[in-house]
């Protein structure tokens, strides 16, 4: 990364400052640069051709109704003139590239593109989602859930038959709980030996497969598709490696995500697996910030991370706007967190579940849909999942971010609540 000692206009304030993307961590990076006293000229360019809205609900409360344009909104539509953003709406980027004194932006336009000078440059691309390589994988009956747009396809077949997921993963089984609630038949196909394999402990993913097949949800573990089987103009199944073929009539694809780094790329930015940044939001040449979904991490093991949510988003944009307003130290990162809501069950997770050592587990007999699992490294807390186990999320979230630390044994006894356990070393 650049020091931001010799990086020109670092510690400066810009004049201007464009953001592509305009989603959550896009819109509060803008909000903050405006509580933070920035005056100059702030730009949102959007994809889509509507005003930024929440994302989380699309997998919930969209598909059964419960929610409208309106109420996704991030914000209400005078907000961005009231703040003085300027929000361009339904426009590509289709190159960047830096100038002398600053950024060259080229939107693409009706007939041709045009372009626009910058001070600063802040990547908020966000990702895309994986796409499926199989026989009949292109039917438009095949559907993703990455925008509004995708949630909209989804909840108009959400009723008409069958739904098959490939990919227990966060969304595809917030899809198939929702689906299974609305009384639609759902199977969900998953490659590995258990659901959320790269996000959950062994424990809680049996957990969660449980209440998935208490609810009448086909998971099928260590199975691959390999053909979307169809009859006319309809999907009839997909074809599984040993020879099942489960009915359907919508396909749902969630294998995961990829980052869009295509504007990064064109600036030479280094890239692994996102657009690679450091503690302050800043990426390889020292000068570009990148936040959300497109960016990447690298741990102090050397490992690269990628954080898809809310709270990395809300975080990383409030150490950009620090940046930009001119702060030499980024804000403090708290501990980051994690929600899925599937069905009845809500899983809560804070901290990065790697690298650890020794793991407790509290139950509930009195209370069987309450699951605790802590994560140690040399006996210091550094995550917990909460499975329907809301209070204890909350303390314990707030003891991670207090730089508690109770060891395990501090935590080991199920029949006392954490709250009270955490008194004596949290005070």
Request: aromatic share 4%; hydrophobic share 45%.
């Amino acid at each position: 990364m650049g020091d931001p000692e010799t990086v020109p206009g670092i510690g400066t304030p810009p004049r201007s400052v464009v953001v592509v993307g305009a989603s959550h961590a896009a819109v509060h990076l803008a909000d903050r640069l405006r509580d933070f006293g920035y005056t100059g000229a702030i730009t949102l360019v959007s994809g889509e051709p509507r005003l930024p809205y929440q994302r989380p609900p699309l997998s919930k409360a969209w598909l059964k109704g419960e929610a409208t344009s309106e109420s996704l909104l991030l914000r209400a539509p005078a907000h961005y003139a009231d703040k003085d953003i300027e929000l361009l709406t339904g426009v590509q980027v289709q190159r960047v590239a830096r100038t002398s004194a600053g950024v060259r932006v080229e939107f693409g336009v009706a007939g041709g593109s045009r372009a626009r000078e910058f001070d600063r440059l802040v990547l908020a691309t966000g990702a895309r989602a994986r796409t499926l390589a199989i026989p009949g994988s292109d039917h438009p009956d095949v559907v993703r859930l990455r925008d509004l747009d995708h949630a909209s396809a989804l909840a108009e077949r959400v009723r008409k038959g069958p739904i098959v997921v490939i990919g227990g993963g966060f969304i595809g089984l917030e899809v198939a709980a929702t689906a299974r609630a609305l009384g639609t038949e759902v199977a969900v196909i998953e490659a590995g030996s258990r659901l959320l394999g790269r996000a959950v402990g062994e424990g809680t993913a049996a957990a969660l497969l449980a209440a998935h097949r208490a609810i009448q949800t086909d998971v099928v573990l260590d199975t691959q598709p390999t053909a979307i089987t169809v009859a006319g103009d309809g999907i009839r199944g997909v074809r599984l490696n040993g020879g099942r073929e489960l009915p359907a009539a919508t396909v749902l694809v969630g294998i995961g995500a990829q980052a869009r780094i295509e504007l990064a790329s064109q600036l030479g930015l280094h890239c692994a697996g996102g657009v690679v940044v450091d503690d302050r939001c800043l990426a390889s040449d020292g000068w570009t910030l990148a936040i959300g979904d497109c960016t990447t991490r690298v741990s102090p093991a050397g490992h690269h991370y990628r954080l898809e949510s809310v709270d990395n988003a809300t975080t990383q944009a409030e150490v950009a706007a620090a940046v930009l307003a001119g702060s030499a130290a980024a804000p403090a990162s708290p501990a980051p967190w994690f929600w899925s809501d599937q069905g009845d069950q809500k899983l809560q997770i804070v901290g990065l579940i790697r690298d650890y050592t020794s793991v407790v587990v509290r139950t509930d007999p009195d209370k069987p849909r309450r699951r605790v699992a802590l994560y140690f490294a040399d006996d210091v807390l550094v995550a917990a999942e909460c499975l329907n186990a809301p209070a204890d999320f909350v303390a314990l979230r707030s003891a991670l971010n207090r730089g508690c630390n109770p060891g395990p044994e501090a935590l080991s006894d199920s029949s006392i609540p954490i709250k009270k356990l955490l008194a004596p070393v949290c005070g």
